[in-house]
């Protein structure tokens, strides 16, 4: 029974030792249990893992949600955390880096994942990991082994001038072309723009504050084309909704990220030219062009309220590219 347990033990640590490592460990353990005359191994549930399991998902969530994450961010990171325990069926702390990569392996050829969606997983896979082994439930993160996951530099489009005057022409509703036209000159995102009030306009200074990603605060201006029609858009309304875009059709609610989506797609279509539209199109032409004219790379980071600058140098490598 106590060899059996040993290499139990041993065969549980191969992920995490070197062939030196695994002999100094047998060798600990033969001595450790040298005096020891009988061994009772608990009958286990093979069921019993999985509350132990969901117990540390619900940890690792809370530290996120501590460290400022969104409610969005969370949820993403438990739907797919989760999807992977039941998938590999093991208690957490027993999960290997061979373990993951078949996971990722699989997941690929079964759903047909884009490079950047098995990246971000992996990403996903670390963070939780990590979390771990610094609250030491494990001793090594096995997906330190697991490399980035190698992706082609994809040339995203953006839209020229006469792309956004037609854009601009297909506008039949004063709120649509409000819309446009705030999108056009800060490049907020659209979850940044749903979320602004009417009082967060400052139509004196032109400019609004908004909160971007992990609830980072900024400052964004616009231009006197965008502040003639967010005030014509405003003054037309005659609901008291205090959202600063809000459904055309009554009751007026807050316009929402589904909704701009749609509608800027809509208006793509109906511009007639082959390109897909949707609202961070805009925020990458505006980058796009404030690099082009010279701008500094950290004036166009602090413009997009990007953390990285390595996200904006991707709007730069666009430019040297084209």
Excluded at 39 to 48: A, I, S
Excluded at 61 to 72: D, F, R
Excluded at 106 to 116: A, G, L, M, T
Excluded at 204 to 225: P, S
């Amino acid at each position: 029974m106590k060899t059996k347990l040993i290499k139990d033990i041993q065969s549980k640590m191969k992920s995490y030792l070197n062939d030196k490592q695994q002999n100094i460990l047998f060798k600990i353990l033969l001595d450790c249990f040298d005096n020891v005359k009988q061994v009772e191994l608990k009958k286990f549930d093979d069921n019993d893992y999985k509350g132990h399991n969901s117990k540390l998902l619900n940890l690792f969530l809370s530290a996120k949600q501590v460290e400022g994450c969104s409610k969005k961010t969370v949820g993403y990171y438990r739907s797919t955390i989760q999807f992977m325990l039941n998938k590999v069926d093991k208690d957490v702390l027993n999960i290997s880096t061979d373990d993951l990569r078949e996971f990722l392996s699989n997941h690929r050829k079964e759903r047909n994942s884009s490079k950047v969606t098995l990246d971000n997983i992996r990403r996903i896979f670390s963070s939780f990991f990590s979390w771990l082994e610094e609250e030491d439930y494990i001793i090594k993160n096995p997906v330190r082994r697991i490399h980035k996951v190698k992706q082609g530099r994809v040339i995203k489009d953006t839209l020229t001038d006469e792309d956004l005057e037609k854009i601009r022409d297909a506008c039949d509703e004063k709120r649509d072309l409000a819309m446009v036209e705030l999108l056009i000159s800060t490049g907020v995102r659209v979850g940044e723009l749903v979320n602004l009030n009417i009082n967060d306009i400052d139509f004196y200074e032109r400019e609004c504050v908004v909160f971007g990603k992990g609830e980072n605060e900024r400052i964004v201006y616009f231009d006197a084309r965008t502040k003639i029609h967010l005030l014509d858009y405003i003054k037309s309304r005659d609901d008291n909704n205090p959202a600063l875009f809000v459904t055309l059709n009554k009751p007026h609610e807050r316009l929402g990220i589904t909704g701009v989506e749609t509608r800027i797609r809509e208006l793509g279509l109906k511009s007639k030219f082959n390109k897909r539209v949707h609202p961070h199109k805009f925020r990458r032409t505006l980058a796009t062009m404030a690099i082009d004219k010279g701008m500094p790379i950290e004036d166009v980071q602090k413009l997009l309220g990007h953390v990285q600058i390595d996200t904006t140098m991707g709007y730069a490598m666009l430019i040297k590219v084209m």
